[in-house]
């Protein structure tokens, strides 16, 4: 078919974009559609999941959550991160875990960490959602002890003590825990060293940090790297707003820490905050990303070649011209491709001799060679005879081409 229709201009339409607003479109659609990508993947990251739920873990700006501590070992260049999936707890830095209940279970924890170092601080407030502030709590009161008490049950048992400190100094006793200068939170929670239970899987508990009464504040199980925080409130926010208390909690992580360690983990898995590895977030990041690269470029490189053949759309030409001329084309075009041009020799020579009738007034009753001897003896140069059969008997196209030239110059001579 064409677009050209028989008597009607193919002018362009005037609604149609330039090729340069075209690649403005698909560039402003192309980054859109990849910045929609990039922030789905990241979102979650880049937003802060878990902020603006309050609780006791390391997103959270409340009181009792520990995103000051995390804040703080990120200035101090100790490369704190937020673990939120339990295959990234296969690491030789030190994690910190931080169950709000007895009833959340910590094995999908501490099971891969091995003998890796591990701190697990116990719960002690019970909170709830500010009702005018977004992101704070409003502390309402201790947590009952079943809570504290059960976060190692039944493998490990121990009574947990609460009770008026004072502020007063707590002691440490363990000689390479320097810089731990921890003052006792009011109320102090802590662990009675006599009621700890030994199971299977813990061993006993050494005491690190104490108070007045021999109580452990800190301890750590014998033979693993596994430690235990009684009172949150020497990590959490409420106590780095403590310089001392701040600087004593760097000190005691950096104790607690591998000589292999880069940095410091804090698991946000045992609060709910945890998510499994996004196959989008994959695509942007090594070694993923280099396939994401290439398929970019090449999509790239598709759009460029695309966009140079855009502008105004032309007219397609007809298949079959309108006209004789056109039929006359085609007929010489199937002649030309079959090498059949010499074969009309004899029809050409036909037409001279009936064009040369009429042009010359060559009466009527004359046919066949006695036509013939009247046109030779018309005196137009060489004989007609001749050039009609050189013209019937040419043997290729060339050859044909000559001859017909010459009968043609002899119909069309002036000078006879």
Do not use: C
């Amino acid at each position: 078919m064409s677009d050209v229709a028989s008597g009607r201009s193919a002018a362009p339409s005037p609604g149609l974009l330039s090729p340069v607003t075209v690649a403005i479109l698909l560039g402003v659609g192309m980054l859109s559609f990849v910045a929609m990508l990039v922030l789905g993947a990241y979102a979650p990251d880049l937003g802060g999941e878990g902020r603006g739920r309050p609780g006791g873990h390391a997103l959270s700006r409340a009181v009792t959550g520990y995103s000051g501590i995390v804040a703080l070992a990120r200035a101090t260049g100790r490369n704190p991160r937020i673990v939120r999936s339990d295959v990234l707890l296969a690491t030789e830095d030190l994690v910190v875990a931080t169950p709000t209940a007895g009833s959340v279970p910590v094995d999908p924890v501490l099971d891969p960490r091995g003998a890796t170092p591990t701190l697990l601080v116990l719960p002690k407030w019970t909170t709830g959602p500010h009702r005018q502030k977004r992101g704070w709590v409003t502390v309402y009161s201790l947590i009952d002890h079943d809570e504290p008490e059960g976060v190692l049950a039944p493998a490990t048992t121990f009574r947990v003590v609460r009770g008026r400190s004072g502020g007063r100094p707590l002691r440490t006793v363990e000689p390479l825990m320097t810089g731990v200068r921890f003052t006792a939170p009011r109320p102090l929670q802590a662990i009675r060293p006599d009621t700890v239970k030994p199971g299977a899987a813990y061993g006993r508990l050494e005491p690190l940090v104490v108070d007045d009464a021999g109580n452990i504040v800190v301890g750590q199980f014998t033979g693993l790297p596994l430690f235990l925080l009684a009172d949150p409130d020497l990590l959490d926010n409420r106590g780095m707003h403590d310089a001392g208390t701040a600087a004593s909690a760097l000190a005691m992580l950096d104790y607690m820490n591998s000589n292999e360690a880069e940095g410091i983990a804090f698991d946000v898995t045992l609060n709910g905050l945890g998510r499994s590895p996004s196959p989008l977030k994959l695509l942007f990041e090594p070694p993923f990303l280099a396939v994401t690269l290439a398929l970019a470029v090449a999509l790239l490189l598709a759009v460029l070649g695309t966009v140079t053949r855009f502008g105004s759309p032309r007219p397609r030409a007809r298949a079959i011209a309108f006209g004789k001329t056109a039929l006359v084309d085609n007929t010489a075009v199937l002649v030309r491709k079959a090498g059949r041009e010499a074969r009309l020799g004899p029809r050409y020579a036909e037409v001279v001799r009936e064009a040369a009738v009429r042009a010359f007034g060559v009466p009527a009753r004359l046919h066949g060679s006695a036509l013939d001897d009247y046109l030779d003896r018309l005196g137009r140069g060489a004989p007609f005879t001749r050039l009609s059969r050189s013209v019937a008997e040419a043997g290729d196209k060339d050859e044909l081409m000559r001859a017909a030239g010459a009968l043609h110059a002899w119909l069309r001579r002036r000078d006879a």
